[in-house]
């Protein structure tokens, strides 16, 4: 009885070591975007982005609410763009609420929008699907 | 800052449970470890999911992203703990039996679902930008669960005698219903973990019908088979015995969950077709479907 609860005991150890190894190279390691890091305006729009709660519609990279579009790529769709975005978030539609943003805020809206785009594509439609299950996404 | 006081409260819950248990209780059957477990990670996972406050992460935002949903997948997990752990209680109570509690077989299941806890958030970031070893490293813990998912199967065969199930019909009803969520939930998470399936799965409503669809099974049924259990304890005219809500929660559920999957991919199909299309154009397509949830 006392081998098997020592042994559950160093199995319980060894399992809590290698997730606190993995833990921190996935906090310190690189990411696969060459994105640089977030500009002081983006992190304001992030900010806003937070505080209107526009992720209770809108996903990013597929996270997030399922009643407005994802917005990852949309700075950079040639159909939809910056003044598009701009022209949306005081406008409102029938199911997006009215927002009396400032000049300088959409702005900050947009950067953020722009960063997120500038860190890779979703949907990934020119991904790579493989026989065994894996998938190549591509990357920006 | 919400997540504080919440925070406080899993400490002093933590707290407690140690307190009293530590140094009481000799080898400790799994369901102990398991509510262990699930509450010392389920603070470290709930302070990780607000990382995002310290620049270190904000500022590098795939990787800002890859540790929230690393984490989401990682304090759910810690909830499956502490919710399988009651399962497993009310299992041994009702067999009257602690003995399979403390197995080798019991183990090594826990440490399974401990692997996928912590290694297995992986597959929710397969379409992240991160970098593909994450990714490698996700797909083969995922498909781990294979193991649990014959296990099931096996399982099935042997069952309890007609005695012990007629004396808690009620909770074993719920806890058999929870094996039915468990199963249903286990198919879908090995599909979408899966990366070429989870490529179209992933944000759309398949997601919901296992996140949601199948969990809201798995824990109503537990903690209505653990009430049921202690219920059945009492004197005779307290005991549940009208099988009807049983039905109706099971049944609108299923009906819920299978319209989730079909809502879902019929969102999957209509976002790859329409890079430039209007939600609202969907929404439209889909109305039968709101209709019918």
Redesign the interface.
């Known amino acids: 009885?006392h081998k098997?609860?020592r042994q559950?005991k160093l199995?319980?150890m060894i399992?809590i070591t290698?997730?606190a190894v993995?833990t921190v190279i996935?906090?310190s390691?690189?990411?696969?975007?060459s994105?640089p890091?977030?500009s002081s305006q983006a992190?304001e729009g992030?900010k806003l982005w937070q505080d209107n709660n526009c992720a209770s519609c809108h996903?990013?990279?597929?996270?997030g609410g399922?009643?407005?579009?994802?917005l990852t790529n949309v700075i950079s769709?040639p159909?939809?763009g910056e003044n598009y975005v701009k022209a949306f978030l005081n406008a409102g539609?029938?199911?997006m609420p009215k927002f009396n943003f400032t000049e300088e805020e959409k702005e900050q809206i947009v950067q953020f929008l722009s960063?997120?785009d500038w860190?890779?594509y979703?949907?990934?439609?020119d991904?790579e699907?493989?026989k065994d299950?894996?998938?190549s996404?591509k990357?920006? | 800052m919400f997540i504080l006081p919440i925070l406080l409260g899993w400490f002093i819950f933590g707290y407690n449970y140690f307190k009293s248990l530590v140094g009481k209780v000799k080898?400790w059957p799994v369901y102990y470890?398991m509510w262990g477990i699930g509450i010392v990670f389920m603070i470290f996972h709930l302070s990780e999911a607000n990382f995002w406050v310290f620049d270190y992460?904000?500022?590098?935002?795939?990787?800002d992203?890859?540790?929230q949903?690393?984490s989401y997948g990682s304090f759910v997990g810690s909830w499956n703990m502490l919710v399988y752990g009651t399962a497993f209680y009310v299992l041994s109570k009702i067999k009257d039996n602690t003995n399979i509690a403390?197995g080798?077989v019991t183990?090594f299941f826990f440490?399974l679902g401990?692997?996928n806890l912590?290694?297995g958030w992986a597959h929710h970031a397969?379409?992240?930008?991160?970098?593909?070893w994450?990714r490698y490293v996700a797909?083969a813990v995922s498909m781990t669960e294979w193991i649990i998912f014959i296990r099931i199967i096996y399982g099935w065969r042997k069952s309890l005698t007609p005695r012990e199930k007629k004396e808690n019909s009620m909770a074993y009803m719920f806890i058999r219903a929870s094996d039915f969520w468990v199963f249903a939930n286990l198919v879908m998470a090995l599909l979408m973990s899966?990366?070429?399936?989870?490529?179209f799965t992933?944000?759309?409503?398949v997601t919901v019908a296992h996140s949601m669809g199948t969990t809201i099974g798995i824990n109503t049924c537990i903690l209505l088979a653990s009430v049921s259990f202690i219920l059945s304890k009492l004197e005779v005219k307290h005991r549940p015995t009208r099988k009807l809500p049983f039905y109706m929660f099971n049944g609108s559920l299923f009906v819920f969950w299978i319209t989730l999957i079909a809502m879902g991919l019929k969102?999957a199909v209509w976002?790859?077709n329409n890079?430039?299309g209007?939600?609202?154009e969907l929404?439209s397509e889909s109305a039968p479907y709101y209709i019918r949830l």
Not at chain 1, 29 to 33: F, P, Q, R, V, Y
Not at chain 1, 122 to 125: A, E, K
């Open positions: 009885m098997r609860i559950n199995t319980l399992f290698v997730c993995y996935v906090y390691g690189k990411t696969a975007s994105a890091y977030l992190m992030e996903q990013i990279y597929g996270l399922y009643l407005g579009d994802d769709n159909h939809k539609s029938k199911s960063h997120v860190t890779g979703y949907p990934n439609v991904a699907l493989g299950g894996w998938v996404i990357y920006k | 080898d470890w992460f904000r500022k590098d935002y795939v990787k992203l890859t540790v949903w690393k403390r080798r183990f440490f401990l692997t912590m290694f397969y379409i992240l930008p991160t970098l593909p994450i797909y899966i990366p070429t399936l989870n490529f992933h944000g759309t409503h969102k976002e790859l890079p430039d209007h939600i609202g929404h």
